[in-house]
């Protein structure tokens, strides 16, 4: 066994990042591991957003300070393509539309640079075989994943998110993962814009391909409702750009029922 396999699958310690030179996150601490469901609260503005997208690898996003750690092995030294190809995988609050680009193209993109090492040019049919890709294996996985997540299959061929309603992107956001299998998943408030029926079905099918990947999420939100569906087991309060408490699913609870407010009057001091 190798010497990380030991190690967390998430380690975020110290991070300080600044956004177009102001300071977000101060001295964030986080450990997550794999199989766990983690949730990052915290009101509009307190950096939620800002740690997704570091640990991600966004360019404006610049480290100034600490580390991030995935498997044992330090984050910062890899370009955000590589953080996605080793299994990080980031779903957007608000999913940008990419016309032109079949949605069906996308995903094969994404899963061969995930699974098969790169990308298969159509014109091309030798390519792709010495990496084990198949199309019609591709194609059989996708249609099974749009049909567990009760996707209508006719969006396989239209552009990505071009057109499609709040509730289609953030499905769009889960058949991407479904397809990639993450080993850390990040969702960034992934339940804004959902009716109820839309937040079931999106809520219910992340936690099924969580528990069934052994993956590791990672919950950004200031709402408690996504948590009906997928439940954490662990939960952290970020304010004014630092972590100032970590407990259990019960904190969710606290905060759902007593607000913020209160959690900062409690919290900050103590932090």
Do not use: C, W
């Not at 079949?102 to 298969?120: E, I, K, P, T």
């Not at 954490?232 to 304010?239: D, E, G, K, R």
């Amino acid at each position: 066994m190798s010497a990380n396999a030991k190690a967390p699958l998430l380690q975020v310690i110290d991070l300080h990042v600044t956004v177009a030179e102001k300071p977000v996150l101060k001295g964030v601490n986080l450990t997550l591991n794999a199989g766990e469901v983690h949730v990052v609260l915290g009101q509009n503005g307190t950096g939620k957003s800002t740690l997704a997208y570091a640990i991600a690898g966004h360019p404006n996003y610049k480290i100034t300070q600490g580390k991030v750690l995935f498997e044992g092995e330090d984050l910062l030294d890899m370009e955000a393509d590589e953080r996605a190809r080793r299994g990080i995988f980031l779903a957007f609050q608000h999913p940008i539309a990419v016309p032109g680009v079949s949605v069906a193209n996308f995903l094969r993109a994404a899963y061969q640079a995930r699974f098969h090492g790169g990308v298969v040019k159509a014109t091309d049919k030798s390519a792709g075989k010495d990496s084990g890709f198949s199309v019609m294996e591709f194609q059989k996985k996708l249609v099974a994943a749009m049909k567990e997540l009760k996707m209508d299959p006719a969006l396989a061929m239209r552009y990505l998110n071009d057109g499609f309603s709040g509730g289609e992107k953030k499905q769009m956001e889960i058949l991407q993962l479904a397809m990639l299998q993450p080993k850390l998943a990040m969702l960034d408030e992934t339940d804004s814009g959902l009716d109820v029926d839309k937040l079931a079905t999106v809520g219910t099918s992340a936690a099924a391909l969580a528990a069934k990947h052994n993956m590791g999420i990672l919950i950004i939100t200031h709402y408690k409702r996504m948590l009906n569906y997928v439940k954490p087991s662990n939960a952290h309060l970020l304010m004014d750009g630092k972590v100032v408490v970590s407990a259990g699913p019960e904190l969710a609870d606290e905060i759902d029922e007593k607000g913020y407010e209160h959690a900062r009057k409690k919290y900050m001091a103590a932090s």
